[in-house]
Antibody, heavy 117, light 106 residues
Framework: QVQLVESGGGVVQPGGSLRLSCAASGFTFSSYGMHWVRQAPGKGLEWVAFIRYDGSNKYYADSVKGRFTISRDNSKNTLYLQMNSLRAEDTAVYYC??????????WGQGTMVTVSS | IQLTQSPSFLSASVGDRVTITCRASQGISSYLAWYQQKPGKAPKLLIYAASTLQSGVPSRFSGSGSGTEFTLTISSLQPEDFATYYCQQLNSYPYSFGQGTKLEIK
């Protein structure tokens, strides 16, 4: 079935780096734009980044611009989020999501990132 | 683009009709989606393009609006509807979400 599975979360010190992965299955991954969305503990949803289906266009939230990089490998049906210079305020559950029509129709289960010393 | 949802908290009973409003700081045409999120779970798409019901979503959910004002209506609350609801604009980057409306059982 259509599925997104995130991995790579964990505990990292401030200033550290982490790479998240999102494995897609059940649909033609290479045909869809993909997004990362995060949710800090007890808070609302925050859009983080987007990559076009072919990787040719990328957009970022101001809060992560210059520190996070979104990428994809269509041969592996996998989306990535490289996170550098991590801060305490980056602590959140990170979701990958597939975009269709004008909405995010498929979401992963999320992976928790904790930035703490 | 800022999205402001009202109310932020809503207490209602099974069978009630409830409406949640989402206001955009500038016009976004009909590029608005609604999601439902339950604790510990990923958001679930309910409505896209302001008023189109996602496949598999019960017909008691409906959306309306365009431009800067939008509404999500649940015609008759069911026990499984108690959750947090978010609106999202997809008119322009950076995409943004409303702050959420927590719907609780009265």
């Amino acid at each position: 079935q259509v599925q997104l599975v995130e991995s790579g979360g964990g505990v990292v010190q401030p200033g550290g780096s982490l790479r998240l992965s999102c494995a897609a299955s059940g649909f033609t991954f290479s045909s869809y734009g993909m997004h990362w969305v995060r949710q800090a503990p007890g808070k609302g949803l925050e859009w983080v980044a987007f990559i076009r289906y072919d990787g040719s266009n990328k957009y970022y939230a101001d809060s992560v611009k210059g520190r996070f990089t979104i990428s994809r490998d269509n041969s592996k049906n996998t989306l990535y989020l490289q996170m550098n210079s991590l801060r305490a305020e980056d602590t959140a559950v990170y979701y990958c999501a597939k975009k269709t029509h004008d909405a995010f129709d498929i979401w992963g289960q999320g992976t928790m990132v904790t930035v703490s010393s | 683009i800022q999205l402001t949802q009202s109310p932020s908290f809503l207490s209602a009973s099974v069978g009630d009709r409830v409406t949640i409003t989402c206001r955009a700081s500038q016009g976004i045409s009909s590029y608005l989606a609604w999601y439902q999120q339950k604790p510990g779970k990923a958001p679930k798409l309910l409505i896209y393009a302001a008023s189109t019901l996602q496949s598999g979503v019960p017909s008691r959910f409906s959306g309306s609006g365009s431009g800067t004002e939008f509404t999500l209506t649940i015609s008759s609350l069911q026990p499984e509807d108690f959750a947090t609801y978010y609106c999202q604009q997809l008119n322009s980057y950076p995409y943004s979400f409303g702050q959420g409306t927590k719907l609780e059982i009265k």
